[in-house]
Nanobody, 122 residues
Framework: QVHLVESGGGLVQVGGSLRLSCAAS????????MAWYRQAPGNERVLVAS???????NYADSVRGRFTVSRDNAKNTVNLQMSSLKPEDTAVYFC????????????????WGHGTQVTVSS
C-alpha cells in the first residue's frame, strides 16, 4: 500500500506565504509525476502544479509566478511554496502521485493524499 501525507496547511493573510509538503511512504517501485490539486467548496478538484521525476514543472495559469513546486526524489517528497496568496487560493490542497507497484512492471497507479486546508483571509 502507498500513502501520501500532506502537511503545512493553515490560515494566512492576503499576501502571505505557506509551504505545503507531501511525503510518500509504503511499498512501491517508482514514482513518476507528482502534483498538487486543490478543491474549493462547490468546485471541482483542479490541478495547481505538477512535476515530473526529471523535474519538469507545469502550473495552472492562476498560480504561475506565485507558486513553486519542487520535489526530492531521494526522500520521495513534493513541496509547494505558495506566495502572494489571495482569497481565491482558499481550498483543500491534495497531493497526487503516479506510482509503480511491485510486479506491475511499467504500469503506474494514481494515489491521493487526504488533503490539507489552506485558508487565505482578507
Amino acid at each position: 500500500q502507498v500513502h501520501l501525507v500532506e502537511s503545512g496547511g493553515g490560515l494566512v493573510q492576503v499576501g502571505g506565504s505557506l509551504r505545503l509538503s507531501c511525503a510518500a511512504s509504503g511499498t512501491y517501485t517508482f514514482i513518476k509525476d507528482m502534483a498538487w490539486y486543490r478543491q474549493a467548496p462547490g468546485n471541482e478538484r483542479v490541478l495547481v502544479a505538477s512535476i515530473t521525476d526529471s523535474g519538469k514543472t507545469n502550473y495552472a495559469d492562476s498560480v504561475r509566478g506565485r507558486f513553486t513546486v519542487s520535489r526530492d526524489n531521494a526522500k520521495n517528497t513534493v513541496n509547494l511554496q505558495m506566495s502572494s496568496l489571495k482569497p481565491e487560493d482558499t481550498a483543500v490542497y491534495f497531493c497526487n502521485a503516479d506510482v509503480g507497484l511491485p510486479g506491475s512492471y511499467s504500469r503506474s497507479y494514481d494515489y491521493w493524499g487526504h488533503g490539507t486546508q489552506v485558508t487565505v483571509s482578507s
